[in-house]
């Protein structure tokens, strides 16, 4: 059982940047690949980012959709059972609420095969 639990959402103007991050409760939380999901109002819940699980000597692979590449990096520290989503150059399209997830493999979160979810975190881009 892995509890994830979102912080760092908010309000920022076009262009700017801002960090969440999710931590995980739960002695498993090492083992799962992560990633980041965003829902705007009326849309789907949609595939941001994932990072495999890494090892001691490697950070972990990550993929991030067409629509954030170049501007959001996802990252994760297994020491302190969090996972992070750095976001730059936002735009207003960007608004939406942000879920973390943790899965088994990048590909089952890449395709939402999810085995749990954050509660999601509101992030805000005012043009």
């Known amino acids: 059982q892995v509890t994830l639990v979102e912080s760092g959402g908010g309000l920022v103007q076009a262009g700017g940047s801002l960090g969440l991050s999710c931590a995980g409760a739960g002695r498993t ?20 980012a994932v990072i495999s ?14 629509s954030v590449k170049g501007r959001f990096t996802i990252s994760r520290d297994n020491a302190k059972n969090t996972v992070y989503l750095q976001m730059s150059s936002l735009k ?6 942000y879920y973390c997830a943790a899965g088994n493999r990048p590909a089952d979160i890449i395709r939402t095969r999810i085995d749990y979810w954050g509660q999601g975190t509101q992030v805000t881009v005012s043009s």
């Open 92 to 97: 207003p399209e960007d608004t939406a609420v």
């Open 29 to 48: 939380f090492s083992s799962y690949s992560m990633g980041w999901f965003r829902q705007a109002p009326g849309k789907e819940r949609a595939f941001v």
């Open 53 to 66: 699980p890494g090892t001691t000597v490697s950070p972990g692979s990550t993929v991030y959709a067409d």
